[in-house]
């Protein structure tokens, strides 16, 4: 993906831009002595590691977008999808998955970085992802002293 100005927001680790992501997924963790089993929605991105005497090698990391208590279903589909639209139109800002309420469903910045009402797929079942455009300068115009 060339997505290089968006980021995706991780539960505890920071932004991971996005086209450093080579997986999405969900999946269970086990249940633990008083605490009940819950679904972690995970990107994937590769990391280089050096071991003593071994050389380098390539392992991946999981980094934590949300935790639920239920399945998120059909998220990382919906993440991916959401990710494959805003290269298209060569956004720039961040994406926040959540669980409640972020505004409205759906919008999306053009290339101008105004808001479109396209039918942009940004809800699962159990999980939202809402994206929010950098304010200045609009996408494509990345050349200014803006970013200096």
Not at 62 to 72: E, K, V, Y
Not at 96 to 106: I, K, P
């Amino acid at each position: 993906m060339g997505v290089t100005n968006v980021w995706v927001q991780t539960h505890s680790d920071g932004l991971v831009r996005a086209d450093q992501i080579v997986g999405i997924e969900a999946h269970r963790t086990p249940a633990l002595t008083g605490k009940p089993a819950n679904w972690l929605l995970d990107v994937v991105v590769p990391s280089t590691v050096s071991g003593a005497g071994t050389g380098a090698g390539i392992t991946m990391l999981h980094r934590t977008l949300i935790q639920t208590s239920q399945d998120p279903a059909d998220a990382p589909v919906m993440l991916a999808r959401l990710l494959a639209q805003l290269d298209a139109i060569n956004a720039a800002g961040v994406i926040v998955a959540g669980r409640g309420q972020f505004g409205r469903r759906g919008a999306v910045p053009d290339a101008r970085g105004e808001q479109s009402s396209g039918d942009v797929a940004v809800e699962s079942g159990v999980v939202r992802f809402q994206f929010t455009p950098f304010p200045t300068p609009p996408p494509g115009h990345h050349t200014g002293t803006e970013y200096l």
